[in-house]
């Protein structure tokens, strides 16, 4: 089958067929979504990953223990857990200190023809979603997260920082928390999508710091990091959604002096996404912006980088 792969360089293959193990389906994939994290392991971001790339992905059911499951179409959460530590125990297989991760850590990845899961990891989804949404469930999972780790509601001011895919998933998902929401970022044509959604937006280079109870910084620059730790209020909440590139230096005293909540923030329950595209009907279609087919994978990832793009879609089957 034709796949995706990295093994210090990025190349379109053709690998065997993934055999599913008891208790895994084996899934047809149609789509599959090329997320930042995959571009960051071409970089080196996971050097010990040698495999087939890709989390975000829709398929159909082809095999499966159970023959009712066939033809039906699913996505699927990304961390595989034990099912027996700690954190696994406690309904968090996120966290889970054994978990191989798709297409990330110690498991092939969803861009590919094939790709075998855990039949629990899998996730149906309905008929009422059309594929140009589902195809963020997993994205939209992690910006859901926020809302499982803080309050937020029409009491609260919230400064979000940044305009890339998550950033734009994450203003979508506050905007229907009543808070008064002010994104920042440095593409024009990137803020003209949420704008047009009634939400408002800064370009950076206008900014007037000002304080808010809440910043979440999703650019994984450390110059955002910096604004935003000087742009919450006293015992304010600061949320990180976006890993860095190395380290940086930052004075915690500000953390300390103005109690400062800190708070990491990662994948999220893809109950909660399936859920919200029922519920808001978001029409993400104006976050795609284009799609390729799998044959054609090396340019799709090469316009995946460009500063102006948004989602690239790997069309599979």
């Known amino acids: 089958m034709k796949a995706v792969f ?32 995959d571009h960051e392991i071409t970089r080196g971001y996971m050097p010990d990953f040698n495999g087939i790339l890709g989390h975000e992905f829709l398929g159909y059911i082809e095999e499966a ?8 179409r699913v996505t699927a959460e990304i961390n595989l857990s034990c099912g027996k530590c700690e954190f696994c125990k406690k309904g968090l297989g996120r966290h889970c200190i054994n978990r191989s991760v798709l ?22 989804i309905p008929s009422s979603i059309p594929d140009t949404d589902a195809i963020f469930i ?7 997260e926020i809302l499982d780790q803080v309050v937020i509601g029409k009491e609260h001011s919230v400064l979000l920082i ?10 979508r998902v506050m905007s229907t928390t009543g808070c008064s929401l002010t994104v920042v970022g440095k593409h024009p044509e990137k803020l003209g999508l949420l704008e047009d959604l009634g939400i408002k937006t800064v370009p950076a280079g206008t900014f007037k710091q000002s304080p808010f109870d809440i910043v979440i910084e999703a650019s994984g620059n450390p110059s955002a990091f910096a604004l935003g730790l000087e742009c919450v209020k006293p015992r304010g909440t600061f949320v990180l959604k976006s890993t860095y590139a190395g380290g940086f230096v930052f004075n915690p005293s500000a953390v ?8 990491g923030s990662r994948c999220g329950r893809f109950e909660a996404a ?3 595209l029922q519920m808001h009907k978001p029409g993400l279609e104006t976050m795609i912006s284009r799609e390729f087919p799998i044959d054609d994978a090396l340019e799709a990832f090469a316009y995946s980088a460009r500063p102006d793009s948004l989602k690239v879609v790997l069309r599979i089957a």
């Open 6 to 37: 990295f093994d210090g360089a990025l190349k379109l293959s053709e690998v065997e067929r993934p055999e599913r193990s008891d208790n895994e389906v084996l899934i047809r994939v149609s789509h599959a979504g090329i997320c930042n994290t």
């Open 103 to 124: 297409g990330i850590i110690n498991k092939n990845g969803a861009m590919a023809e094939y790709v075998a899961i855990p039949q629990e990891n899998v996730f149906e």
């Open 162 to 171: 940044g305009d890339g895919k998550l950033a734009l998933l994450i203003a």
């Open 65 to 72: 223990d159970d023959s009712s499951l066939i033809g039906r």
């Open 274 to 276: 399936i859920k919200f």
């Open 256 to 263: 300390v002096v103005n109690e400062i909540t800190l708070m």
């Open 138 to 144: 997993e994205p939209l999972a992690a910006a859901l």
